[in-house]
């Protein structure tokens, strides 16, 4: 198994459970993923004041709720600790091989992988061959810069860094600030920024749907994952606009143009510093970035502003560098996998956590591993790769018409829709499992006596 962040440490605590054996690796110092501050294996792009940006109740997996003690949008250390705590309680510490880099993942012709890793500080790499490999190396870690890049962009003279590698405010106090993307991150370092700088431009290509964090006296995740996403389409999205008029106001309120999209046809940014920046005047919205000078920044309104900074909050590629990308690769931001899972032609490769609800994954994984797990022990089977690949396509289909074609949706789900399928998925897979054990030769033996042996 490849990564100890949150997708790793659950499908730890399932095969652990299930007695299944398994080699874990993970890259850096310590578990994790992206929650380890600094974490000394270079994909975590936490900064300093970061907050979840969803609630607690969210945040727990479905084994360990998050302690009562918690506040209801922790901060990323009380994150970290719940993590540690999850991996204490499961007695998956001494499992993860820690400081050890997978470099290669490779089919082999008569079938399983061959697992290349290598030590920090070791001379030389080490082999393994599995017949299983699960993939956890997250989706938050490869910084993805805009793509064409905007013309003069390297001539820019300024600072130009990715959130990634953002950490506190203090280095743009009183710069003229550009951000460019209102993604959560977007949304959050510019509110956070424009206390100190001396002026803070936001920059979105489309306008986006801005929530407060809490929504009539609830996390606004709440309100996405439950009640809401409970109702049919046609009338969660007049839904959701009209509790959003009454919450936070219209977006002309802020200096926002009006979102085109439904609320949820985008994955949701909550900011309500953001909020509170933009009515201060802080902050100052501007359209998508035409082109850069030395100095400025010229928008697709034909304005143009002096800039001295750039932080491109353009999200994350899905990158898996130890695969060969002939062998999988997520090139526009879309996984060919069957539930986000299961790649139909690789058998014995599985992938966790690469998929984005509109709250946080983390109750989605533990249900995810121990379908990796059923599926790795035989008691179910998943379809044909070409049924698999069927479902795929139709997947592909439904998800066109819901969300944004962009590389960020690439992996949006609906989270009640994806738990149902899993579900259904579980169910198919146990009768395929009892239809195979019926083909076999001797599987009609008379059948024991009940309470027998």
């Given at each position: 198994?490849?990564?100890?962040?949150?997708?790793?440490?659950?499908?730890?605590?399932?095969?652990?459970?299930?007695?299944?054996?398994?080699?874990?690796?993970?890259?850096?110092?310590?578990?994790?993923?992206?929650?380890?501050?600094?974490?000394?294996?270079?994909?975590?792009?936490?900064?300093?004041?970061?907050?979840?940006?969803?609630?607690?109740?969210?945040?727990?997996?479905?084994?360990?709720?998050?302690p009562r003690s918690c506040p209801v949008f922790p901060h990323h250390t009380r994150v970290l600790a719940y993590l540690e705590s999850y991996a204490e309680a499961f007695g998956l510490h001494g499992r993860v091989g820690l400081r050890t880099e997978v470099t290669s993942v490779r089919p082999l012709d008569g079938g399983g992988w061959e697992v290349v890793r290598r030590r920090r500080g070791a001379a030389e790499a080490e082999t393994?061959?599995?017949?299983?490999?699960?993939?956890?190396?997250?989706?938050?870690?490869?910084?993805?810069?805009?793509?064409?890049?905007?013309?003069?962009?390297?001539?820019?003279?300024?600072?130009?860094?990715?959130?990634?590698?953002?950490?506190?405010?203090?280095?743009?106090?009183?710069?003229?600030?550009?951000?460019?993307?209102?993604?959560?991150?977007?949304?959050?370092?510019?509110?956070?920024?424009?206390?100190?700088?001396?002026?803070?431009?936001?920059?979105?290509?489309?306008?986006?749907?801005?929530?407060?964090?809490?929504?009539?006296?609830?996390?606004?995740?709440?309100?996405?994952?439950?009640?809401?996403?409970?109702?049919?389409r046609f009338v969660k999205d007049p839904a959701t606009a009209l509790l959003l008029r009454a919450t936070r106001g219209a977006p002309a309120l802020y200096g926002l143009p009006e979102p085109v999209r439904r609320p949820f046809a985008a994955h949701p940014s909550t900011s309500d510093e953001l909020l509170v920046?933009?009515?201060?005047?802080?902050?100052?919205?501007?359209?998508?970035?035409?082109?850069?000078?030395?100095?400025?920044?010229?928008?697709?309104?034909?304005?143009?502003?002096?800039?001295?900074?750039?932080?491109?909050?353009?999200?994350?590629?899905?990158?898996?560098?130890?695969?060969?990308?002939?062998?999988?690769?997520?090139?526009?931001?879309?996984?060919?996998?069957?539930?986000?899972?299961?790649?139909?032609?690789?058998?014995?490769?599985?992938?966790?956590?690469?998929?984005?609800?509109?709250?946080?994954?983390?109750?989605?994984?533990?249900?995810?591993?121990?379908?990796?797990?059923?599926?790795?022990?035989?008691?179910?089977?998943?379809?044909?790769?070409?049924?698999?690949?069927?479902?795929?396509?139709?997947?592909?289909?439904?998800?066109?018409?819901?969300?944004?074609?962009?590389?960020?949706?690439?992996?949006?789900?609906?989270?009640?829709?994806?738990?149902?399928?899993?579900?259904?998925?579980?169910?198919?897979?146990?009768?395929?499992?009892?239809?195979?054990?019926?083909?076999?030769?001797?599987?009609?033996?008379?059948?024991?006596?009940?309470?027998?042996?």
């Amino acid at each position: 198994m490849i990564g100890a962040g949150p997708s790793g440490l659950a499908a730890g605590k399932v095969l652990a459970s299930r007695g299944i054996p398994f080699d874990w690796y993970e890259a850096g110092s310590g578990i994790g993923g992206l929650w380890r501050y600094g974490n000394d294996n270079g994909m975590s792009g936490v900064y300093a004041s970061l907050h979840a940006n969803i609630s607690k109740e969210s945040m727990s997996f479905s084994s360990l709720p998050m302690p009562r003690s918690c506040p209801v949008f922790p901060h990323h250390t009380r994150v970290l600790a719940y993590l540690e705590s999850y991996a204490e309680a499961f007695g998956l510490h001494g499992r993860v091989g820690l400081r050890t880099e997978v470099t290669s993942v490779r089919p082999l012709d008569g079938g399983g992988w061959e697992v290349v890793r290598r030590r920090r500080g070791a001379a030389e790499a080490e082999t393994g061959r599995y017949s299983e490999v699960v993939v956890a190396n997250g989706h938050h870690w490869d910084p993805r810069l805009p793509d064409p890049a905007v013309p003069g962009a390297g001539e820019f003279e300024g600072s130009a860094v990715h959130t990634h590698a953002y950490r506190t405010p203090e280095p743009y106090a009183g710069l003229r600030v550009l951000v460019v993307g209102t993604g959560n991150s977007g949304c959050e370092i510019a509110a956070e920024i424009s206390r100190t700088a001396a002026r803070t431009f936001l920059s979105a290509r489309a306008p986006a749907h801005v929530f407060p964090k809490m929504l009539l006296g609830r996390p606004a995740d709440h309100w996405a994952a439950g009640r809401l996403s409970a109702l049919p389409r046609f009338v969660k999205d007049p839904a959701t606009a009209l509790l959003l008029r009454a919450t936070r106001g219209a977006p002309a309120l802020y200096g926002l143009p009006e979102p085109v999209r439904r609320p949820f046809a985008a994955h949701p940014s909550t900011s309500d510093e953001l909020l509170v920046q933009l009515a201060r005047g802080a902050v100052t919205p501007k359209p998508g970035v035409r082109s850069f000078g030395r100095d400025s920044a010229t928008f697709t309104d034909g304005s143009r502003e002096a800039v001295d900074a750039v932080v491109y909050a353009t999200g994350y590629s899905l990158s898996f560098p130890f695969l060969d990308p002939a062998v999988f690769a997520a090139p526009d931001g879309r996984t060919e996998l069957y539930l986000r899972t299961v790649p139909p032609r690789l058998p014995g490769l599985f992938f966790m956590g690469l998929a984005q609800p509109a709250g946080a994954a983390f109750p989605l994984l533990e249900p995810q591993a121990e379908w990796i797990a059923d599926l790795i022990e035989g008691a179910v089977l998943p379809p044909t790769p070409e049924e698999m690949t069927r479902a795929i396509a139709r997947a592909r289909e439904r998800h066109d018409k819901v969300y944004a074609p962009t590389y960020r949706h690439g992996i949006e789900i609906d989270i009640r829709g994806y738990r149902r399928a899993l579900r259904r998925e579980l169910r198919a897979g146990r009768r395929r499992a009892r239809r195979s054990a019926a083909s076999r030769p001797g599987a009609h033996r008379a059948a024991p006596v009940p309470g027998a042996g």
